[in-house]
């Protein structure tokens, strides 16, 4: 059954090509990210949510929250978005695009976080960034893989930085909320793109 939720995924990726994009599967629990230069799958953890509209407007295709709980009000998201290493002026490797992603983020503290080993797709290097205002705190758990097309097989070729987020509102639900974040980088599974996909 499973098998057959994934091929009717790729069967909405074909019809519906390219752009950044994200088909979900009915139950809510794993699609499909693709765009220009990726297409890889993804599963959401146990007890987390999916969802692929609720994001939009933050421009963000694929966004995760407890069940019972909503992407507006939710203590604990995660979400993934990517951009390309192909042909930009500020970053050609993922080392670049993680130092200019942190560059971003100069009143927050940045530490580096472990490692998290993706099956034979490599390996996302985490760091954890923390932000403390008057009115509010947030902690941060982002992971940063490179997807290769060239390694997936496909005809289009480019290379991808995948970023994995987790954001809590609290240090409790931080914590709490690591090892479903570590399932969701581990779910991530390369697709080989074709022709016009």
């Known amino acids: 059954m499973k098998l057959l939720k994934y091929l ?5 990726l074909t019809i519906f090509g390219a752009g950044n994009a ?5 139950a809510n629990t794993g699609g499909i990210m693709y765009g220009e230069n990726y297409a ?3 599963s959401a953890p146990a007890g987390w949510v999916l969802d692929n ?6 421009g963000l295709d ?7 709980s909503s992407w507006l009000n939710a203590e604990m998201v995660m979400y993934i978005n990517a951009a390309s290493l192909d042909n930009n002026k500020d970053y050609s490797t993922l080392d670049q695009f993680m130092k200019y992603d942190a560059e971003n983020f100069a009143n927050a503290r940045i530490v580096k976080g472990d490692d998290i080993k993706v099956g034979k797709y490599g390996v996302a290097k985490v760091k954890y ?3 403390f ?7 941060e758990a982002v992971a940063y893989l490179e997807h ?6 496909s005809v289009d070729q480019g290379r991808t930085a995948v970023m994995f987020v987790l954001s809590s509102r609290s240090k409790e639900g931080f914590e709490s909320s690591k090892q479903a974040f570590q399932s969701l980088v581990k779910s991530y599974m390369p697709m080989a793109k074709t022709k016009g996909s």
Do not use: C, R, T, W
């Open 8 to 12: 009717f995924m790729l069967l909405l």
């Open 62 to 68: 694929a966004v995760f929250y407890h069940e019972g």
């Open 53 to 58: 509209e609720s994001g939009k407007p933050d």
């Open 148 to 153: 290769d097309q060239q390694k997936s097989d």
């Open 133 to 139: 205002s008057k009115e509010h705190e947030n902690f």
């Open 22 to 26: 994200f088909a979900a599967s009915a």
């Open 129 to 131: 960034f923390s932000y």
């Open 40 to 42: 890889f799958m993804i």
